[in-house]
């Protein structure tokens, strides 16, 4: 069975400072693919950063990056230089198929962020 | 650009009324999906099409019905809801071949049983 997990309901940090979002998965699939969401308090859900199973290198886009370690199956957002936008909801998901040609996505339960100035 | 479409934005029903949730997408995708996400709980997946004409049940699908009208559509019916059914609906799509399983949203649905 696929199996998100975020083990941290809450965040602080610092303006300005770097946050580490914890997200650890099980799979039996060899391939598979992981996400980051983000929520901001209007309610949409804004995609991240992606990273596949077989991708050598961590994923990164703009302030995010993926700290990816296959091993211990870890999938973990960094987000730098935090800003005070960067306040919100944020989930891991993981990509599975589903059938020919189609794939579903698990949602851990997220992770509030919240940014102080 | 309109992306994900999901009509209404808010909707307050009596227990055991019924109702649709409507869905449109103007990316041409195949695959459309509705989550239901409720206070810790994360986005969970009711149902799903993975191309038009097909339909399969997610995690939690007890309760809700749904209609793949065509490759654009996808409609959510509660046809006797109940006040567990209280929460935010999104629907979705996602493009197989760029990137796998991505998922493009609607702006959600949130819908309260009374």
């Known amino acids: 069975a696929q199996k998100i997990t975020q083990t941290q309901p809450g965040m602080f940090v610092q303006e300005k400072e770097a946050v580490t979002l914890d997200c650890t998965y099980d799979t039996s699939d060899p391939s598979y693919g992981l996400f980051w969401y983000k929520q901001p308090s209007s309610g949409e859900m804004i995609f991240l950063i992606y990273?596949?199973?077989?991708?050598?290198q961590n994923a990164t886009e703009g302030r995010y990056s993926l700290n990816f370690q296959k091993a211990r199956k870890s999938a973990n957002l960094v987000i730098s230089a935090s800003q005070l936008g960067d306040s919100a909801m944020y989930f891991c998901?993981?990509?599975?198929?589903?059938?020919?040609?189609?794939?579903?996505?698990?949602f851990g339960k997220g992770t509030k962020l919240s940014v102080i100035p | 650009n309109a992306g994900v479409t999901q009509t209404p934005k808010f909707q307050v029903l009596k227990t055991g009324q019924s109702m649709t949730l409507q869905c449109a997408q103007d990316?041409?995708?195949?695959?459309m999906y509705w989550y239901r996400q409720d206070p810790g709980m994360g986005l969970r997946l009711i149902y799903y099409?993975?191309?038009?004409?097909?339909?399969d049940k997610g995690e939690v699908p007890n309760g809700y019905n749904v209609s793949r009208l065509n490759k654009r559509e996808f409609s959510l019916r509660l046809e006797s809801a109940a006040p567990s059914q209280t929460s935010v609906y999104f629907c979705?799509?996602?493009?197989?071949?760029?990137?796998?399983?991505?998922?493009?949203f609607g702006e959600g649905s949130r819908l309260t049983v009374l």
């Open positions: 998901a993981m990509r599975r198929r589903s059938g020919a040609g189609s794939y579903q996505l698990t």
């Open positions: 979705a799509s996602s493009e197989v071949v760029t990137k796998p399983g991505e998922l493009f």
């Open positions: 099409s993975a191309s038009e004409g097909t339909t």
């Open positions: 990316m041409n995708h195949n695959s």
């Open positions: 990273q596949g199973s077989y991708d050598q």
